[in-house]
Each structure stands twice: as structure tokens, then as C-alpha cells.
């Protein structure tokens, strides 16, 4: 047995199902400082049915996993360990960031409304931290502000938060630490709280997916963000991966879905369905009342938000789930290419590629090219517009998913069924009749044809 085999127990058993991993963890339960368990994979983890503790319907963590915890006289034990971890952002490139738990976000941690909390926070970063509980109404000493709140836990030291679980909902954690550091680097976790009874502002859902929304700058070819960027990031992702690596979010037709982000990036995402409209039934702060809910089929979430949405996925298909901003779908790639449409780059190719031989021209087409282009890329990097769909390459990357729904989806059933079959005549298709004469302006050609109208701004009337 190798020293990793805790790891690649906990791994398995991760997977398997959450009553093994809580087991594992009860084994040590007399220990003062409840083992960590650790998560190797980027794969979506089954939901962790709760085996202690007051019962609960799971979340499931997208390209992520839920904490096993132990029940100590009463009292939720987690233990989060800071450090730093190798994140695969999707199959082929690798991430060295720093999170919690072997993962970039760390582990969803799940509770029950009136839960008693403990979590132990150990810091293995090489420098402090603390963890900041966004959203939480608990004492002022536990909220997590580095220097306002505490002192920071330094590298190597363990401390302790305790507070109550007292509002239901959607919140996350994070360092206020280094913070602009630390969150670039990937420090952050999805936090959810069960409502302990019926509520009527909480419906009881057939799936309840989360995630959280990030950004990092990574050169291609390069592993490490860079932490000093503001605004301009490259990699748009969501739980740190970037598709084709996010996992679809699977449903049977007809189920009450619960969809739950939170935005930890320095922009805005108007996040957006197809096929299907939802109400907004929920934020950080709490539940929505149901008077000021509305359809919608885009949400924005601005930087520090959360929203939790609702659908019925009364629609079968293969339905595109993604931010809007079109460049947010989209991998890394240097941003200062000029527009290059309607260019003919045929002479000029030939005389580059004597000076570098594995010139390509880019983008006189538009950027399509680039989903299907041969060209090398640096090692570690992803194409900028990829993934391979049953009809071609789907141009994205980024924050993009696909909402699956399937009338044979079994209930707790989350695996990929594959592309949907649509039936027969429900697909667009090619026109085959007569073409349409061309107009005269454009037989005149673009030039001939512009016409501007200019008026001069007249004297003030005024004085
Ligand atoms: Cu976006």
C-alpha cells in the first residue's frame, strides 16, 4: 500500500455513495481532530445521502463532492484542509491552484437548518488564511475577516469555527485572507442549509444541482494563474472547469429541477437556459417571496451574488445551459487578434510560414475555423471553440453546459444518457428550392452603395 491509498480509498468510496465515506470517518471519530478526507477526481460525485444526523434531500456539486462530517455530542464535525492542489479545468489541461480537500472549489458542505457546527480549518497554504462564511448569520468572532474578526491562521496551524446553521439556503465560503490572492488561486466552496421542516418558500425538488462561478488567468501553455490580473481573465469556468470538461446536468422529463450558483469572479454573468423558463426562488439572503418571483430565461448574478432557480423540465432535448457574455463561452487565447473578416490572407500565408512554419491564417472567415483548426497548441492548453456534438464541433468553451432532460432518466439516475435522438422532421434543415435573384445594391458593389447623410449642428437657438 502506497501512502496515497487513504486518498484513493476515500476517492472510491466518494463515488460510490456517501454512506461508505461517512463510515470511513466515524472509524476515527475518538480522534480530537476529525481525518480529512480528501477528493482526487474532478467527476461529479454521487449525492451524500446523509447517514447521521437530521435527514435531508442532497445537492449535487457539479465537477464536485459533498464533506462527509462526523456527529460529535450532537454536533456537525467538517474538516477543511487549505492547500495546494492540481485541478484538471477539462480532460488534457491541468491547473496547479490552491483549495480545499485535494479539489479547486473545495468540498460542498451540507447542513441541516438548527444544525450545531463545528470545522476544523487547517492551513497547509504557505501563507495565512482565514474562511470567510458568506451569507451565515452566526457571532461576530466566527465570520471570518482576517485582522477584523481574528487573527489569521497561520501556515501550518489548525483553528476551529463553531456557529449554528440558523437560516435555510444557498451560500458559499471563501478566505479573507490575501483575498485577491487566494480567490485567484481558487479558494472557495459551496455551502448549502437544508430547511429542517416544510417551508413553504422551499420546494421539495426532484434534483438540486450547484456550483460556483469562477475566472483565472492562465496562459496557454502555462499551469499557475497569474494573481495579480483584475479584470482580464482567459478562463471562464464554472467549478473550475471549462467545457467540454463541465458535466451535464441530467434530469428525468418532468422533474422540479433547483439550479444553485454563486458568483466569486470580478464580473457579472447573465446565466441562461433553453428550452425552458424559471423563476428566481431564491438568493444568499434567503428565499424569494412568491409574489415578487417572475419567469425569466436569463439571470444575471453580479460579483458576491447567488440565485438558486426552478424549472420543470417538461421539454426533452439536449438544451444549451451557459453564461451570455459570448467571449465567457469561449478558452484562452491571447486576446489582441485583430478582427480579420472579409481579409484575404492567401499571399501573405506563404511568406510567413517561411519565417515560422507552423503559421496559420486566423479568422478570415470569422472564428469558427478555430473549433475544427489543426493548428499545434501549446501543451496544457484547450482549444479556444471546441467539443465535439453529434451534429459537429459545438464552438464553445468556457462556462457552458448542457441541460439533458430524458423521459427514461431514472429518478437519482445523474449519468450522460448521450446526444438526444430527436424525432423524425423536428430538425432544421437545408432549403432546396429555387435561389433568390441578387438585389442591385449589392451588384453594384458595398462601396457604390453607402450613402451618408450628414447634418451640420445648428446655431444655438437659446441666446
Ligand atoms: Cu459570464
Not at 487573527?151 to 479573507?176: D, L
Request: hydrophobic share 35%; with cysteine; proline share 9%.
Amino acid at each position: 500500500m502506497n501512502k496515497l491509498s487513504r486518498r484513493d480509498f476515500m476517492k472510491w468510496s466518494s463515488i460510490a455513495g456517501g454512506a461508505v465515506a461517512t463510515a470511513a470517518v466515524s472509524k476515527v471519530a475518538m480522534a480530537a481532530l476529525p481525518e480529512p478526507v480528501i477528493q482526487t477526481t474532478p467527476d461529479t460525485a454521487s449525492p451524500l445521502m446523509p447517514a447521521t444526523g437530521r435527514p435531508y434531500n442532497p445537492v449535487v456539486t457539479l465537477n464536485g463532492w459533498t464533506l462527509p462530517w462526523r456527529m460529535n455530542q450532537g454536533v456537525k464535525e467538517f474538516h477543511l484542509v487549505a492547500e495546494p492542489v492540481v485541478r484538471e479545468m477539462a480532460p488534457g489541461m491541468k491547473a496547479h491552484l490552491w483549495g480545499y480537500n485535494g479539489q479547486s472549489p473545495g468540498p460542498t458542505i451540507e447542513v441541516v437548518e438548527g444544525d450545531k457546527v463545528r470545522i476544523f480549518v487547517t492551513n497547509k497554504l504557505p501563507e495565512h488564511t482565514s474562511v470567510h462564511w458568506h451569507g451565515q448569520r452566526l457571532p461576530n468572532g466566527m465570520d471570518g475577516v482576517s485582522g477584523l474578526n481574528q487573527p489569521s491562521i497561520p501556515a501550518g496551524k489548525t483553528f476551529v469555527y463553531e456557529f449554528e446553521a440558523r437560516r435555510p439556503g444557498t451560500f458559499m465560503y471563501h478566505p479573507h485572507a490575501d483575498e485577491m490572492t487566494q480567490m485567484a488561486m481558487g479558494m472557495m466552496g459551496f455551502w448549502v442549509t437544508h430547511p429542517r421542516t416544510k417551508n413553504p418558500l422551499i420546494s421539495e425538488v426532484d434534483r438540486d444541482f450547484c456550483f460556483l462561478l469562477n475566472a483565472y488567468d492562465i496562459d496557454p501553455g502555462s499551469y499557475t494563474p497569474k494573481i495579480m490580473t483584475m479584470l482580464d481573465f482567459n478562463l471562464w469556468t464554472w467549478n473550475s472547469r471549462i467545457f467540454p470538461g463541465i458535466s451535464p446536468l441530467c434530469v428525468r422529463k418532468n422533474d422540479r429541477v433547483r439550479i444553485r450558483f454563486g458568483n466569486l469572479t470580478m464580473t457579472n454573468h447573465p446565466i441562461h437556459i433553453h428550452g425552458h423558463e424559471f423563476e428566481v426562488t431564491g438568493t444568499d439572503g434567503g428565499p424569494v417571496p412568491k409574489s415578487a418571483r417572475w419567469p425569466e430565461v436569463t439571470t444575471d448574478v453580479a460579483v458576491g451574488q447567488m440565485r438558486q432557480i426552478e424549472l420543470i423540465a417538461d421539454e426533452e432535448g439536449d438544451w444549451a445551459f451557459h453564461c451570455h457574455k459570448s467571449h465567457h463561452t469561449m478558452n484562452a487565447m491571447g486576446h489582441n487578434v485583430p478582427t480579420m473578416i472579409g481579409v484575404d490572407h492567401s499571399g501573405i500565408t506563404k511568406k510567413v510560414i517561411k519565417l515560422i512554419p507552423d503559421y496559420m491564417a486566423m479568422s478570415e472567415r470569422g472564428m469558427a475555423d478555430m473549433a475544427e483548426m489543426e493548428m499545434p497548441l501549446p501543451d496544457n492548453t484547450i482549444p479556444m471553440m471546441t467539443g465535439a456534438g453529434p451534429y459537429g464541433s459545438v464552438e464553445m468553451g468556457g462556462m457552458f453546459s448542457v441541460f439533458k432532460v430524458r423521459k427514461d432518466q431514472k429518478p437519482s439516475d445523474y449519468s450522460d444518457p448521450g446526444w438526444f435522438k430527436q424525432p423524425p422532421n423536428t430538425q432544421a434543415f437545408e432549403y432546396k428550392g429555387p435561389e433568390i435573384p441578387a438585389a442591385k445594391a449589392v451588384e453594384k458593389g458595398p462601396a457604390a452603395s453607402i450613402e451618408m447623410k450628414v447634418r451640420k449642428p445648428s446655431s444655438h437657438s437659446g441666446h
